[in-house]
């Protein structure tokens, strides 16, 4: 056995590991207690009965402008490669979305836009797809930081202060340089063409470079934007399973919840789901929330914003070869 096939093993095994180990920690966190599933029944039948029960209706609809905002910063990305109208950028964010839902961190996102293009270059736009999801990564990595924040100086600065000092520190840090690398794409496709294995994949990113400061200042608002929809979600179905919190405490711990999942890479055929949950139900647990309230909020979300959306993606997908012959625009 060759190196390459070794370390193909040990990257499968690992990501075997995380995903036995994820399964395991929500298993023990969740159904150890034998009334769990009653508790949960319970749960559900007050959230329907509830008087905030049209709270499920509203985080529906704001579904369109979730993935809208995402659209426009295809729209925008996708200029430097050929003219691309709000509707054909809304269709392959849809696509994406499907192939990345069965695929491990969401990558056939990248397939599902490339193949939407019609230009020769298409291969050009995994560097702008990057570049994008990069603009996403920051906004929540700058808001989690936030939130993360509060709970370090709440729950840790007494007994660790020295502690909470370095993580605060920290996470200013990673704020601060992932804001710089966002503005100066160039170093990243200058890196690439200097690390030697990866020197070959030069001309797939090299698009990164041609965003100007502005057009990296418009995909973050839009990133910034399309953050506060998830978050104003999650806070909804958090009310609707009777999680009562502050203002402040919700937003912290939704921003705290998404920072974490963001930063563990996902390796299950179901997206991020797992990651979310763990971290949700640690925060919340935190303010002395029921984990199960927790993971009722956190699974409708999945439900909503992932599974539903990727499912209505299968019509795309399905016609994606008609569109390709240019017959709808």
């Known amino acids: 056995m060759n190196i390459a096939s070794n370390r193909r093993f040990l990257l499968l095994a690992a990501k075997l590991l995380v995903v036995i180990v994820t399964l395991y920690l929500l298993y023990s966190t969740i159904f150890t207690a034998p009334d769990t599933f009653l508790s949960w029944r319970n749960i559900l039948q007050n959230a329907v009965a509830s008087q905030f029960s049209w709270l499920f209706v509203a985080t529906a609809l704001l579904i369109p402008f979730n993935w809208g905002f995402e659209a426009r910063k295809w729209q925008l990305l996708g200029q430097k490669l050929e003219p691309i109208s709000y509707w054909r950028a809304y269709r392959a964010v849809m696509v994406g979305l499907t192939l990345g839902f069965i695929t491990p961190n969401r990558l056939g996102d990248y397939a599902g836009r490339v193949l939407e293009l019609k230009s020769k270059q298409r291969l050009e736009a995994i560097g702008a797809i990057f570049i994008g999801r990069f603009c996403q990564l ?53 890196v690439i063409s200097a690390i030697k294995p990866i020197r070959k994949f030069v001309s797939y990113v090299s698009i990164m470079a041609r965003y100007s400061s502005a057009e990296i200042s418009r995909l973050l608002i839009l990133s910034l934007c399309r953050y506060a929809v998830f978050l104003l979600q999650f806070i909804l179905l958090l009310i609707l399973f009777e999680v009562k919190l502050s203002a402040l405490q919700y937003v912290c711990g939704v921003a705290g919840t998404f920072f974490i999942k963001s ?67």
């Open 138 to 190: 920051v906004a929540t990595v700058i808001v989690g930081s936030v939130g993360l924040i509060y709970f370090i100086v709440t729950f840790f600065w007494a007994a660790y202060p020295g502690v909470s000092l370095s993580l605060i520190f920290l996470l200013v840090a990673v704020s601060a340089a992932s804001l710089l690398l966002l503005y100066n794409a160039q170093a990243m496709v200058a």
């Open 263 to 329: 930063i563990v890479p996902s390796v299950s055929l179901l997206s991020d789901l797992g990651a979310r949950e763990l971290s949700a139900m640690y925060l919340f647990g935190l303010l002395g929330q029921d984990r199960l309230q927790i993971l009722s909020a956190s699974l409708s979300l999945w439900l909503l914003n992932i599974a539903v959306p990727s499912v209505a993606g299968l019509y795309f997908v399905l016609r994606l070869r008609f569109f390709r012959k240019g017959v709808a625009a």
